[in-house]
Structures are given as C-alpha cells and as structure tokens.
T-cell receptor, first 114, second 112 residues
Framework: EPEVTQTPSHQVTQMGQEVILRCVPI?????FYWYRQILGQKVEFLVSFYNNEISEKSEIFDDQFSVERPDGSNFTLKIRSTKLEDSAMYFC????????????FGDGTRLSIL | AQSVTQLGSHVSVSEGALVLLRCNYS??????LFWYVQYPNQGLQLLLKYTTGATLVKGINGFEAEFKKSETSFHLTKPSAHMSDAAEYFC??????????FGAGTRLFVKA
C-alpha cells in the first residue's frame, strides 16, 4: 500500500536556525497537510495545501512557518527561526480528491530544538 | 466550531476483557469520523472511519465503532483486548472532509 514518507525521522537544530522538514505524499493525492504533536499532547492542525496554495492555516502557523511543493513529489515545511517551543513531532498527511476519504499520515519527524 | 472530546486520558483493561474508548464530537456539518492508533515513536495509523451509510463500522485488528448521531458519539470497542493493543488512540473529526481535528487521545493499557 502506498505510504506518506517523511525525512528525516529525527532533526536536532540549534535555536534560531532554519529547518526544513520534508514529505513525499502519496502520488495521486491532491490535498496535503502538516500537523504538530508536542510531547504528551494532542495532534494539532498546522496547515492545509491544495492546488499550490495554502487553503487553511491555524493560529500556530505564523510568519515563521512556510510550506512549499517545489516539485511534483515533495511537500516541505520550513521553520525560519526555530524556538525551543517548536520542539515536537511533525506529521505530514495527504488525501485524494474525495472529501470522504481519510488523510494518510507519515511516521513523523521528531524536531528537537536545543 | 468543531471539536472532539475523549473521555478518559488513560484506560486500563485486562487481557481478554472488553475495550471501550469513548469519543464525543461536535460538528456544524455532517462529520467524517475516524479513529487512529499511535504506537510509541510511530506515526498515526487509521483504525476505521465513518463517512456515510452503515453506522457500525469495522476496522483493523478487531476494532469497531458505532456512529450515534443522537448522542454525537463515536465510541471505539473491541470484544477482547490483546497485549498488542496497548497504544494511544485518537478520535478525530473531519468536518466536510477538510482538516482533521483530533481529540486529546486515550492511552490504553492492557494487563496480563
């Protein structure tokens, strides 16, 4: 079964540095998402992306965050200047065109800010 | 606004006993409902989903859930717990099929 893949599995970065988290969604999917899970807390929606633009974003997704689909396969989340509180598990998800289909999640990238 | 409430952050059952994880939701539009399971240091795996049609849905690993509109509930059950069921379970709602809103999660412990 096709999967959403995320790299790296663990990223350690100094506070203030830029970080890019990478995702390869399922190939025929059209909707892409990023979620965040701070250790011990619930999974929180960050942003959704469709037709090469952001379709919705949460209040967490401030100017320090950006997303991009640089080619036909990758979907990236960039954090411009990381803060300690950005430490979390970041999940990418994708969905096909039908609204009643579930989102498929990757295994996540654990981001640790020092 | 849409939201999901999972009753009980921790549930402990004996191996072979019934598993019942409770979930209530609110949604201003007909919801799509999901249960995901997360094993330690892993991603989110879809257990089952409800979109339309039959209100009792069966998922993987022997789990099932029943959508009760009148109670705005989508409780997850399994007749007989197995040690391998120990994990975190998330109920989620996707109003109209867009972003997914997760509950806080319920950690299931299974005692031998």
């Amino acid at each position: 079964e096709p999967e959403v893949t995320q790299t790296p599995s663990h990223q350690v970065t100094q506070m203030g540095q830029e970080v890019i988290l990478r995702c390869v969604p399922i190939s025929n999917h059209l909707y892409f998402y990023w979620y965040r899970q701070i250790l011990g807390q619930k999974v929180e929606f960050l942003v959704s992306f469709y037709n090469n633009e952001i379709s919705e974003k949460s209040e967490i997704f401030d100017d320090q965050f950006s997303v991009e689909r640089p080619d036909g396969s990758n979907f990236t989340l960039k954090i411009r200047s990381t803060k300690l509180e950005d430490s979390a598990m970041y999940f990418c998800a994708s969905r096909d065109r039908d609204n009643n289909q579930p989102q498929h999640f990757g295994d996540g990238t654990r981001l640790s800010i020092l | 606004a849409q939201s999901v409430t999972q009753l009980g952050s921790h549930v402990s059952v004996s191996e072979g006993a019934l598993v019942l994880l409770r979930c209530n939701y609110s949604s201003s539009v007909p919801p799509y409902l999901f249960w995901y399971v997360q094993y330690p240091n892993q991603g989110l795996q879809l257990l089952l989903k409800y979109t339309t049609g039959a209100t009792l849905v069966k998922g993987i690993n022997g789990f099932e859930a029943e959508f009760k509109k009148s109670e705005t509930s989508f409780h997850l059950t399994k007749p007989s717990a197995h040690m391998s069921d120990a994990a975190e379970y998330f109920c989620a709602v996707s109003p109209g099929g867009f972003k997914t809103i997760f509950g806080a999660g319920t950690r299931l412990f299974v005692k031998a």
